[in-house]
């Protein structure tokens, strides 16, 4: 008598081990989401590395190793490492990007300075491309995740932190310069 596996034909071994990477995935899904709940302090964010794991997983040729589930809760916790350092990447590039406030800035010359650098950075951004300007206003107007614009828009997390990155260098060159029609 054979078993069912050998007549289910070519492919049945990657249909199997799918089967039971999903069954791993899901039976540790909760204790992974509570793990990089607790790294990262939020849990619709946890929930959502979770979910980038889980697809990363799936989307690559499967991998044997000796204890699945031990695996999969080591690569949630370097995935919450991995989240918080991109942060801090970016938490980094937005404190220098935010001016400083100091003493004036009830003053009027200072509200039409701060309008002047409104308009500057109004222009910087018009001139960006459409997908880093669209990534930009979902992240900072919408109050949009990496993660969340990342899955909307089709594209990796790494390359919505590119544009990201290209967008605030853009205003902060915008601030650098004086506005058009002004001497230095």
């Not at 790294?39 to 690559?60: E, K, N, P, S």
């Not at 614009?149 to 310069?177: D, F, N, P, T």
């Amino acid at each position: 008598m054979t078993s069912p596996e050998l007549n289910e034909g070519p492919g049945s071994e990657t249909r199997h081990g799918r089967a039971h990477f999903l069954q791993v995935f899901l039976s540790q899904r909760l204790q992974m989401e509570a793990l990089v709940s607790r790294r990262v302090g939020c849990r619709a964010t946890a929930a959502d590395l979770v979910q980038d794991l889980f697809l990363r997983f799936w989307r690559r040729p499967l991998v044997q190793v000796e204890e699945l589930s031990t695996y999969l809760l080591r690569s949630a916790g370097n995935i919450a490492i991995d989240h918080l350092r991109s942060e801090g990447a970016r938490g980094r590039v937005n404190q220098h990007w935010q001016p400083e406030p100091d003493a004036r800035s009830c003053e009027p010359q200072a509200a039409l300075e701060a309008g002047n650098d409104l308009r500057q950075v109004e222009a910087a951004l018009r001139g960006l491309p459409e997908r880093t300007r669209h990534i930009f206003l979902l992240n900072r107007i919408h109050g949009r995740t990496y993660a969340d614009i990342a899955r909307v828009m089709g594209v990796s997390q790494s390359a919505v932190e590119k544009h990201m990155m290209r967008a605030l260098e853009a205003c902060k060159a915008s601030l650098r310069e004086p506005p058009a029609g002004t001497a230095p």
